[in-house]
């Protein structure tokens, strides 16, 4: 049991840590579920170079023992590695447009990860994670991250005053949260849930994200304020620690005791163009 | 608060006072138009708890929202015109002082299954089965609102050691082997979803049926048998027991 950190919300949320579950009676009653657990992240300009890590990370420490779909959405099928993946789990590569820019990359996702749980995984998998795929797993990641919709604490601001919180300001934009408002900083790059519920999240987003568009305003952090924006007023029924979206430029404080997602140090500019 | 669990180890909440926000559940609660219902039963002597348990309910549980109350007892004609919360609902439902029932709790998992099945599933998203000897003392609000949701046993506060509420007929399905129970929950107090609790209303029910065509009592009845599916099937909140209390100890 964890004192040191908050284990639970004001809407009685859990949120995971180390040392706040048993994996092994989480798994006796997974397990028997016979459950598929769905993927995606998208690869598209030169991230595609991430996939690799990105996967072979993810067969040791994602979900074993569990069936599993990776979706790799990206603009060039061709580079994506043909990995050799455990039994039970799959890679299938998804087509998307070449954009303009990184933001409207990243501001489309919402929209193509909708469409395709409309059109393919709703039948296929019952919980869907949506990743980033420029990150590696480093410890396990296993059922104690499903429920129903699943948000993790962004690593740079979960031991910061809520008012220092980047929630887009501008009363402009539909993913506007005033001052005094809000619960946590949550980060764009993991959320998921049952599949149900992530295509009503990915869909609320691209719409609030299409009304910003049509008014000429992009939010601070793009989709993620958007995000922060809906689970402020649809809150999630389960909160990942920031050991679940770890940053690794940054230095572990003694609450983490667990990195099991992180970034790949990369140049941004150079990766972004 | 520090200074109690306030997490299982499968992440199911235990909700102790000060762990929750009621005004942000209120909202959820109110944003997914929710219907919430409490069984009770009030059969022979027990009439005599009726009055009390309704006018406590009325202003305790789930305070503002709108409840159905299904109370079956073998003496409705013994019901006074009780006051109801305007956006309560009173169903009596009269049972039969059927001298075969000698065990009644037994039959209440029975009849609770079969009713969700015909009537209750199509009125409340939500159900909860609480003893009409219990006198609520406080507000008991929308925190208890989850799929499956069952009340730590006062018991398992007091003495942490002693297991012998579980039962010690190995033949019984309702014995937990040595070491295997983790909490010690009440049958005064549990529910969640409809379909949640039909399915452990019909399973406990089940394994009651089979202890008497056995032979076997279980002690404790269906507090056994409800403990031993917990164990398999486990809840997705805990309520601590705040939420009931045994005055007896």
Not at chain 1, 11 to 26: D, H, K, M, Q, S
Not at chain 1, 45 to 56: A, Q
Not at chain 1, 88 to 110: D, H
Not at chain 1, 146 to 155: E, N, R, S, Y
């Amino acid at each position: 049991r964890r004192q040191d950190v908050l284990t639970v919300t004001p809407w009685l949320a859990p949120i995971v840590w180390e040392g706040t579950f048993n994996p092994e009676i989480l798994d006796s009653a997974y397990r028997p579920l016979n459950l598929t657990i769905g993927v995606t992240a998208f690869a598209v300009g030169k991230y595609t170079r991430f996939v690799r890590r990105f996967l072979e990370s993810a067969e040791q420490h994602f979900m074993r023992g569990y069936r599993v779909n990776y979706y790799i959405f990206t603009d060039s099928p061709e580079s994506i590695p043909r990995a050799q993946l455990r039994p039970g789990r799959r890679l299938l590569t998804v087509p998307v447009p070449k954009y303009s820019s990184w933001q409207e990359i990243s501001m489309r996702r919402m929209e193509t990860i909708n469409r395709h749980v409309a059109a393919v995984s709703h039948g296929e998998v019952h919980y869907l994670f949506c990743l980033d795929v420029d990150m590696v797993f480093h410890n396990p990641w296993g059922p104690e991250t499903l429920g129903d919709m699943v948000a993790a604490i962004h690593p740079g601001y979960f031991q910061v005053p809520r008012e220092q919180f980047p929630y887009e300001r501008r009363s402009s934009s539909a993913a506007f949260i005033p001052k005094g408002e809000g619960d946590f900083y949550y980060g764009g790059a993991v959320f998921g849930g049952l599949v149900k519920n992530v295509y009503e999240f990915t869909k609320t987003c691209h719409m609030t994200i299409l009304a910003d568009k049509a008014n000429g305003v992009m939010a601070a952090w793009q989709e993620e304020s958007h995000l922060n924006r809906h689970f402020l007023t649809h809150k999630p029924s389960k909160l990942l620690s920031p050991e679940y979206i770890w940053d690794d430029r940054k230095p572990k404080p003694p609450e983490i005791r667990l990195i099991r997602f992180s970034t790949v140090d990369k140049n941004y500019k150079e990766v972004r163009n | 608060r520090q200074d109690v669990l306030v997490l299982t180890p499968w992440l199911a909440p235990i909700v102790w006072e000060g762990t929750f926000n009621r005004d942000i559940l209120n909202a959820q609660y109110l944003q997914k138009n929710l219907v919430t219902g409490v069984v009770t039963f009030a059969v022979e002597k027990y009439w005599f708890f009726i009055e009390g348990f309704m006018r406590s309910a009325n202003k305790y549980f789930l305070a503002g929202h709108h409840v159905n109350f299904y109370l079956f007892t073998d003496s409705p004609e013994k019901i006074s015109h009780l006051q109801m919360a305007p956006e309560n609902h009173l169903f009596v439902i009269p049972v039969q002082n059927d001298p075969r029932w000698l065990d009644i709790p037994t039959s209440r998992m029975d009849i609770i299954s079969s009713y969700i099945h015909s009537q209750f599933q199509y009125e409340v998203d939500y159900l909860y089965s609480v003893d009409i000897d219990v006198q609520l003392l406080a507000d008991i609000g929308v925190e208890i609102i989850d799929a499956l949701v069952a009340t730590i046993s006062s018991w398992q506060i007091t003495s942490q050691l002693e297991n012998s509420a579980h039962e010690t007929h190995p033949e019984s399905p309702a014995a937990i082997p040595e070491g295997q129970g983790d909490f010690q929950y009440t049958a005064s107090f549990y529910g969640g979803s409809v379909s949640e609790v039909y399915k452990l209303t019909r399973a406990c029910s089940e394994k009651l049926m089979e202890d008497r065509e056995n032979g076997i009592e279980a002690w404790w009845h269906h507090e056994s048998h409800l403990n031993k599916y917990l164990l398999h099937h486990r809840p997705t909140r805990l309520l601590s027991p705040e939420y009931y209390w045994d005055t007896e100890l």
